[in-house]
T-cell receptor
Framework: DQQVKQNSPSLSVQEGRISILNCDYT??????FLWYKKYPAEGPTFLIS?????DKNEDGRFTVFLNKSAKHLSLHIVPSQPGDSAVYFC??????????FGSGTQLTVLP | GAGVSQSPRYKVAKRGQDVALRCDPI?????LFWYQQALGQGPEFLTY????????KSGLPSDRFFAERPEGSVSTLKIQRTQQEDSAVYLC?????????????FGPGTRLTVT
């Protein structure tokens, strides 16, 4: 039973437009949420995070939104750039220190 | 500074062989995690160390999997009598935060193929 779901395996966006990646979770005990980016043959790289006491966190072109009532997390990238093309994983944690990951979304930004 | 390093990067093992995968975390990071990533999936937690203490091994899939971090720095994940279902990328991550959830820094992984 997947506790963290990314229902879109892939997403294509034109350069300069907004990319929106979505993530749903089932465990209401999760209280910290993160997005990681992964290029081929590399490990995931931390991108941005948000704690459950907030509903929005922004860092440059990246904004994460948290809707606790819907148990939904999203990552907005604007404007999208070709270098953003990668697999994006959402991850959550609760009282345990390990991260629970979604299955990832392959983002392709077209020039 | 140096990131998390893992060796070997690629390992091919015949079914039934034992393998050992090494992780060098970022210097000073007290927390160390091992994850297993199957093709097309996200990483799945295997085990967690705080310094040399293995605090959580609930994700290890069987007793063929064993991890250690004897001096609180380098860690080794050992898989005995490998099976085909063990084929995956094994990721190591470290974190500098001891008492709180923190961002984890991942190594490039070891891709294990069991034939």
């Amino acid at each position: 039973d997947q506790q963290v779901k990314q229902n879109s395996p892939s997403l294509s966006v034109q350069e300069g437009r907004i990319s929106i990646l979505n993530c749903d979770y089932t465990n209401s005990m999760f209280d910290y949420f993160l997005w990681y980016k992964k290029y081929p043959a590399e490990g995931p790289t931390f991108l941005i995070s948000i704690s459950s006491i907030k509903d929005k966190n922004e860092d440059g072109r990246f904004t994460v939104f948290l809707n606790k009532s819907a148990k939904h997390l999203s990552l907005h990238i604007v404007p999208s750039q070709p270098g953003d093309s990668a697999v994006y994983f959402c991850a959550t944690s609760g009282s345990a220190r390990q991260l629970t990951f979604g299955s990832g979304t392959q983002l392709t930004v077209l020039p | 500074g140096a990131g998390v390093s893992q060796s070997p990067r690629y390992k091919v093992a015949k079914r039934g062989q034992d393998v050992a995968l090494r992780c060098d975390p970022i210097s000073g990071h007290v927390s160390l995690f091992w994850y297993q990533q199957a093709l097309g999936q996200g990483p799945e937690f295997l085990t967690y160390f705080q310094n040399e203490a293995q605090l959580d091994k609930s994700g290890l899939p069987s007793d063929r999997f064993f991890a250690e971090r004897p001096e609180g720095s380098v860690s080794t994940l050992k898989i005995q009598r490998t099976q085909q279902e063990d084929s995956a990328v094994y990721l190591c991550a470290s974190s500098r935060l001891q008492g709180k959830i923190g961002e984890q820094y991942f190594g490039p992984g070891t891709r294990l193929t069991v034939t």
